[in-house]
Every structure is written in C-alpha cells, then in structure tokens.
C-alpha cells in the first residue's frame, strides 16, 4: 500500500526554528510536495522537490532524499502566523497524489 | 486574480436530502479535482476530470457524482447524505496532470442535520 508518514503535531516557539519530517512509501515518485493549511481554509502550495537536496525560498526550505524516502521542510524565524497544518504529498507513478494526513504546528510566543 | 472559487462557502443539509456543491476556475486548467477532507485527515480525493476525461476513484461512494459542463465549472452532486459526509470538499485544479502544482479553492464547509 502507499503510505505518508509525518508527526501528528509539533510545538516551536516564535522565532525559532522547526523542521517537520516526512516519510513516504509509494508507487513510483514523480514529486513531492508541501502545503500550509490553516484551520477551516483550504491548502495553500509551499514547495516542490523532484531532485534530491534542498530548496530555499525565503524562511521556508524543503529537503528531498529519494533513496531514503524522506523529505523535510524547515521554517526558520518562526512568526505567529506560521501556526498550520503542514502537509506533505507525494505524486505517484500515476501522477496521483497521496496525501498526508498533516503535521498540526503551534506557534508561542 | 486568477483563482478557484467555491459555493458555497458552508452548507447545510437535512440527512438524506440532495446537495450540489459548485467549483469554478478562471485559471482555464485542464484538471479539475474534488476532495473529502475530515477534520485533522488528508484530503482524500473524490474523483477528478483531466478536460471531459472523468475520473472516479475506486472508493469514492455512489453516493457522490460529479459533472463538469465545461472548463470553467465542475459540481459535486451528493444524492443522499448522510452524517458521516460530514466534510470540508475542496476543488482544486492543475494545468495538467503530472508535477504540476494544485491550486485550491477555499472549501465547502458540509453540515448534516
């Protein structure tokens, strides 16, 4: 079976640094993707990774090992807003994605 | 702005009475999903359309249908809920299928009396 695999919740405090781990077992891999939900509203896309290392953009940056089946975004200088639900999706052979159920994130001040 | 837009944005039905929920999209992607997402789950994908191509997931109830006039629009028909269809249903659309990035409307909140 195909299976997204990420912590149920996770607490960081303002301006900190927090990394949210995700690891996939699929048919196939065409991609993963991130996206920040916040409650009640519809997933918003944070990254994409198809190659192996990391890619930066601004305060968040995602991580990619294929051969591990791993994959983590990070947030840096964590603000109250980042306060979400993060989740990781994996595209399979058939270009379908598989989603995680989502890593709940609480922000204090 | 381009975007994904859904009506409404909450919905109330009574147990077993029909309900159709609307997505249009000024982005003019050719794939268009619908997705059933409970509270602190993953979205779990309904159906979806690649154009007129209609695309039904093994396990997505008779209960559901869907219908896609045309490019712009897609709705989801619920023939008779029931409580457990209790969701949020979110649209979301693609310019192809393949590593391309879905952009979500923002949701149906579904309420079964």
């Known amino acids: 079976g195909q299976n997204i695999d990420q912590p149920t919740e996770m607490t960081a405090t303002e301006g900190a640094i927090v990394q949210i781990n995700c690891t996939y077992q699929t048919s196939g891999f065409n991609g993963l993707f991130w996206y920040q939900q916040h409650a009640g509203e519809a997933p918003t896309f944070l990254s994409y990774?198809?190659l192996d290392g990391l890619e930066e953009k601004g305060r968040f940056s995602s991580f990619l090992s294929r051969s591990k089946g791993y994959s983590y975004l990070l947030l840096k200088e964590l603000q109250m807003k980042d306060s979400a639900s993060y989740l990781c999706?994996?595209?399979?052979?058939?270009?379908?994605?598989?989603w995680g159920a989502g890593t709940k994130l609480i922000i204090k001040p | 702005d381009a975007m994904v837009i859904q009506n409404p944005r909450y919905q109330v039905t009574q147990f077993g009475k029909p309900v159709t929920l609307s997505c249009s999209q000024t982005l003019n992607h050719n794939v268009m999903y619908w997705y059933q997402q409970k509270s602190s789950q993953a979205p779990k994908l309904l159906f979806h359309?690649?154009?007129?191509?209609?695309?039904n997931e093994a396990d997505t109830p008779d209960n559901f249908q869907s219908r896609r006039p045309n490019t712009s629009f897609c709705f989801l028909d619920i023939r008779s809920p029931g409580l457990g269809d209790a969701a949020m249903y979110l649209c979301?659309?693609?310019?192809?299928?393949?590593?391309?990035?879905?952009?979500f409307g923002p949701g149906t909140r579904l309420t079964v009396l």
């Open positions: 359309y690649y154009d007129k191509d209609f695309n």
């Open positions: 990774n198809v």
């Open positions: 979301a659309t693609s310019s192809a299928r393949g590593p391309n990035e879905q952009f």
């Open positions: 999706a994996v595209l399979d052979s058939n270009y379908q994605l598989i």
